[in-house]
């Protein structure tokens, strides 16, 4: 087989992940990165003396009794040497005298909240064993969702029954409606002021999960260290990386793609196509819409039921050892109202980035806000991007809205923050093709069913996909697996091919004839 070249498109983790399952199948592999680094999405990159880290907030697969523990090993983004950070608490919210945790000491988090908000014990307490519960989920790591056969597919429920219980007492709920149920104002904000609004409540509470359950880490390096030791594990496996180098065209004959056609007017033979570029690229110039999956489309075409989230980006550097005041981590904070897109904000969640030494030690601790942005807002700021003037006073003057807020909530920090960078939705589709300059996948609407497409495309028979958007709700987790499956594909692909030549029933093009 080591004749047969395989080629990917995208050097983000789906690409990456599935070069080196391809490698592993004894396969040639070339991967095409259109930036000068690879990584995609999951990317840091320094500014003025300090680091930011877009990407991990979380790595879900952590724990060694998860299956995806296993895939993350496969990869080389964990090893023995690599130090794994447990953050103590998932989220927090400040809000005037009272604060509440998110901790991962389950336990230790509903005592505080219990103590809080005695009014609402039975509803915190159905929450809180909810989330327990949810400590079942699992990202299918053997086949996808889209190719189990009904028996798989029930094993694979069976694996989670307890979320079963969850389903039933939250399906129907967004964030909001879950926000809804308690009585106290400061648990309500708390459960609404992370994720949308519009949200299923499940997504909460097993994003919850994953800290309670330990299966939720930070690898040591953060994003950039994760992505530098997956990509040398597909170089010592003997791939090859090409960046600055943007596909344009995949060239079919039939039911086969024969080659794929870059920018620079250049041209590669291939054997297999793997497409891990973000589908909107894919299905926007790669390859002809015809042959997109049956759910992926679905998940396009269906806007009210399948929907997008993005965020505004404002990074500082935090002068000074001294304290300052905020929580490692994630704190959201109540302040006084200001606009981001096309949508006023009533709250700041601020980031402190001062768990890795090495990315940030004392004296290089980052602040990131992450203010959430929807399609609304994508286009609001696709339309100022053309006008570069605009776009950036815009840009500056949020920087200082909430400069003014932080220092506001903490005073400690007055004067002691530079700002490092702000980066819009826009920015994501500039730099990744990102659809809507999304950073994760399509998350159902309430009354919305999860989809997964399949790997395989329709009507071509040596091209797959890898990509986060194959599954609702992505992440790296999706993206990891999706190149795992695409590797699967290529091979079953491979073998049903020689199967055809065997049997001399191969309908593939005219140069096997
Ligand atoms: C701010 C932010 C925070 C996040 N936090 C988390 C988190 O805490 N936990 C988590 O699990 N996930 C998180 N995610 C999501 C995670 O980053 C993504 O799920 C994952 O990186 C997607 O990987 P991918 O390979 O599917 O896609 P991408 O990363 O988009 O990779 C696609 C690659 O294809 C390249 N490409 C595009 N077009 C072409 C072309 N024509 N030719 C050649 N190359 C091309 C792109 O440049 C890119 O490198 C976060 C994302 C963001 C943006």
New binding site residues.
Partial sequence: MKHKKTVI???????LSAGIYCLKNGYDVVL????AA?????TGWDRRGYHID???????GCNPADDLYKIWREVGAIDDDVALYREPCFYTLESGDQTLHFWSDIEKARREFLAAAPEDEAELNRFFDSVKMAEAVRVPCEKSLADMNFIEYMRFGMRMAEMGKVIREYGNDTVADLADRFRNGCVREMMRSYFNESYKATALISSYAFYTGGTAGIPAGGSVGMVSRIADRFRKLGGKICTN????KINTYKNRAKSVSFADGSQVECDFVIC???PA?TFGG?LDQRYMDRNLRKMYEAKSGYRVSS?F?VSFGVVGEEDCGIESGSTVCPCKSYTVGTHKFESVAVRMYDYDKTLFPRDRRVIQC?ILQDVADYEYWRALYDDKKRYRAEKQRIAETITARITGLFPELANRLILLDTYSPVT?TE????YKGA??SFYEQKGYKSLTAKNSVRGLKNVVL????LTTN??????VT?GKFAAACIRAADKGHIMEKKTGLCKGDGNER
């Fill in positions: 498109i995208g050097g983000g983790i789906a690409g095409y990165e259109k930036n690879v990584g995609g999405e999951c877009n990407c991990i907030h979380w790595l879900t180098t943007c596909a344009v891990a570029a973000d690229v790669l965020t980006h992450n994501f730099w990744c093709g990102a950073y994760m890898a990509s986060q958007w992505g992440g790296l987790p999706i993206a999706s």
